[in-house]
């Protein structure tokens, strides 16, 4: 049953020309959507209360801002980001579509949606968000992007010309587009943010790896990881750190899995895939996305491939 549902949803998304909605259309379909493309219904994402509380906080203050200056871009962008951190998707994007018929040369809000639309398993129109902003900011200033949830040492580290091609090329794995994945993530290295640069290198890699896995590309996989430092201070991107050494072999399967997050886990699943032990992939993948109030998106993707082969 669950499949069935699947393939209805691929029906309804791809079939529908989704990558060339109207922002209209784009929201009525972000409403529709309801459960994930294996069928699980969505649930309401709550966190501790104390953490639900400062988020909820936060998108208040969103929506007066809103209310006094309606006319602003950043205004828009933060509202719809406050929802999404509530897991309040089809809102969140129907205020960066709101925000998009007033500035509809907007960056920010293409590269804001297109994340909030990925989440919501709308795959094609993501990516289609993603190349529009990418092309409104190829001839502007670079700037940091502002983080909406702090890391520890509070401070932004990545900027919009690395993160709309980086979350391209992420997005890409879900349609299977593996040679966009590559391409995507060598242009969001490109960017030179040097303090930091570690912190981009290691994510990139990670997605590249599962890019070159998924080709066939083996050698070049593990090249892309090789280099990568075992030990290294980070300021936000420690478990990718972790996952991409669990990949170089620094931990054992049964070792990682005792600590590993929701990441870790993918990793552990896609490598199982590789190796050719489907059985437990698709294990860890279901738990993944059972665990998730909305699933979680790159396991359901890798589902939804595996079903219709």
């Known amino acids: 049953m669950r499949f069935l549902c699947a393939f209805v949803f691929l029906i309804a998304s791809f079939g529908s020309g989704a990558f060339a909605q109207s922002h209209d259309e784009v929201v009525k379909e ?8 294996s069928g699980r219904a969505f649930r309401e994402t709550r966190y501790n209360p104390e953490v639900q509380k400062e988020l909820e906080e936060d998108l208040e203050i969103a929506k007066a801002a ?30 960066f579509s709101d925000g998009l018929k007033k500035f509809p040369e907007s960056y920010k809000l293409y590269r804001y949606r297109g994340r909030h639309l990925a989440r919501n398993y709308q795959w094609d129109q993501a990516i289609s ?35 709309i091609p980086y979350y391209l090329a992420q997005t890409s794995m879900a349609t299977g587009d593996y040679e966009a994945v590559i391409s995507g993530m060598d242009e969001a290295i490109k960017v030179p943010v040097l303090f930091a640069y570690m912190e981009e290198l290691i994510p990139v890699s990670f997605w590249k790896y599962m890019a070159y896995r998924k080709m066939g590309k083996d050698e070049l996989a593990e090249a892309t990881i ?25 931990y054992s399967r049964e070792e990682f899995l005792k600590t590993a997050d929701t990441l870790g886990k993918y990793a552990v699943a896609m490598k199982d895939h590789f190796e050719g032990r489907n059985k437990q992939a698709i294990k860890i993948w279901n738990e993944l996305t059972d665990a998730g109030p ?7 993707a890798e589902l939804l491939m595996i079903s219709r082969k």
């Open 66 to 95: 809103m209310e006094i200056a309606p006319d602003r871009e950043d205004s828009y962008a933060w509202l719809g980001r406050r929802y999404g951190y509530l897991g309040m998707l089809p809102e969140a994007i129907e205020v």
């Open 30 to 37: 972000a409403y529709a959507i309801t459960q994930t493309p």
């Open 129 to 163: 968000d993603y190349r529009k902003a990418a092309d409104l900011i190829k001839d502007q200033p670079d700037s940091y992007e502002p983080n909406g949830i702090a890391n520890a040492l509070g401070l932004t580290i990545s900027t919009f010309k690395q993160n």
């Open 294 to 300: 909305r699933g979680y998106w790159p396991a359901e």
């Open 226 to 250: 090789a280099d990568i430092p075992d030990t290294y201070n980070l300021i936000e991107n420690d478990t990718y750190h972790e996952a991409v050494k669990y990949l170089k072999g620094k």
